[in-house]
């Protein structure tokens, strides 16, 4: 088996903890601790992520999607890929070191995406983009963590929240949509949906986009 090459190291801001990114032939991963947290093999839930969003928000000129966090651009690609020429897409990325690996050694896998003048990329935290907004976007997609049940950053937990809801609620416009991804199902999560005032569905994806692989889920919450 080819081994594992680290390539390099990133501290999670606000936080003791780092991501690092390894190479194995012409696979990457992003790992925290023993988790993976991201694999360029695995990219069918995250490009579902934009292209179900999309679908759900047929008929609407120049869209303004926000997106939170880049990982390995997958549903970055995805969005360029459907929301039009005249559309606008916000990515908001707080630990720097994921744009430069995007630039650096994966630079193949990013494919240009982070240079598509529709792009805007942000290093903040997606959440100071949410509160700051009203009626501002379309489409927010957040795919910040391992889901509600958050892995990388305890203070991701208030995008969740019903504040953090509440405040999505605010940033979108009327008809406009919540996606979020997950690596689990999270029934308390989805009632928190609802009672912040979206039409909630839940979709059960596939991690490959050959169909198989682990099963993921993403919500899609569309502002009444």
Same mark, same amino acid.
């Given at each position: 088996?080819?081994?594992?090459?680290?390539?390099?190291?990133?501290?999670?801001?606000?936080?003791?903890?780092?991501?690092?990114?390894?190479? =194995?032939?012409?696979?990457?991963?992003?790992?925290?601790?023993?988790?993976?947290?991201?694999?360029?093999?695995?990219?069918?839930?995250?490009?579902?992520?934009?292209?179900?969003?999309?679908?759900?928000?047929?008929?609407?000129?120049?869209?303004?999607?926000?997106?939170?966090?880049?990982?390995?651009?997958?549903?970055?690609?995805?969005?360029?890929?459907?929301?039009?020429?005249?559309?606008?897409?916000?990515?908001?990325?707080?630990?720097?070191?994921?744009?430069?690996?995007?630039?650096?050694?994966?630079?193949?896998?990013?494919?240009?995406?982070?240079?598509?003048? =529709?792009?805007?990329?942000?290093?903040?935290?997606?959440?100071?983009?949410?509160?700051?907004?009203?009626?501002?976007?379309?489409?927010?997609?957040?795919?910040?963590?391992?889901?509600?049940?958050?892995?990388?950053?305890?203070?991701?937990?208030?995008?969740?929240?019903?504040?953090?809801?509440?405040?999505?609620?605010?940033?979108?416009?009327?008809?406009?949509?919540?996606?979020?991804?997950?690596?689990?199902?999270?029934?308390?999560?989805?009632?928190?949906?609802?009672?912040?005032?979206?039409?909630?569905?839940?979709?059960?994806?596939?991690?490959?986009?050959?169909?198989?692989?682990?099963?993921?889920?993403?919500?899609?919450?569309? =502002?009444?």
């Amino acid at each position: 088996m080819t081994p594992r090459e680290l390539l390099d190291v990133a501290k999670i801001p606000g936080t003791n903890d780092e991501l690092r990114l390894f190479r =194995r032939g012409g696979d990457f991963m992003i790992v925290l601790d023993r988790n993976e947290l991201m694999n360029s093999r695995m990219s069918g839930s995250e490009e579902a992520l934009a292209t179900m969003t999309a679908e759900r928000l047929k008929g609407r000129a120049a869209q303004h999607w926000l997106i939170g966090g880049y990982g390995m651009g997958f549903t970055l690609r995805a969005a360029l890929a459907v929301v039009g020429d005249k559309a606008r897409v916000t990515v908001a990325e707080l630990v720097p070191e994921i744009i430069d690996w995007a630039r650096g050694p994966m630079t193949e896998l990013a494919a240009g995406c982070l240079d598509d003048p =529709r792009v805007a990329v942000v290093r903040d935290d997606v959440a100071a983009l949410i509160d700051d907004a009203q009626g501002d976007h379309d489409a927010i997609l957040l795919d910040v963590d391992n889901g509600p049940d958050g892995l990388t950053r305890a203070s991701n937990g208030r995008l969740y929240s019903a504040r953090g809801l509440d405040a999505a609620r605010a940033a979108l416009k009327p008809g406009g949509v919540l996606a979020v991804w997950s690596a689990a199902p999270d029934p308390r999560f989805a009632r928190r949906l609802k009672d912040a005032g979206f039409a909630v569905e839940e979709v059960v994806v596939r991690a490959r986009s050959n169909g198989k692989g682990p099963r993921h889920v993403i919500w899609f919450a569309t =502002r009444i």
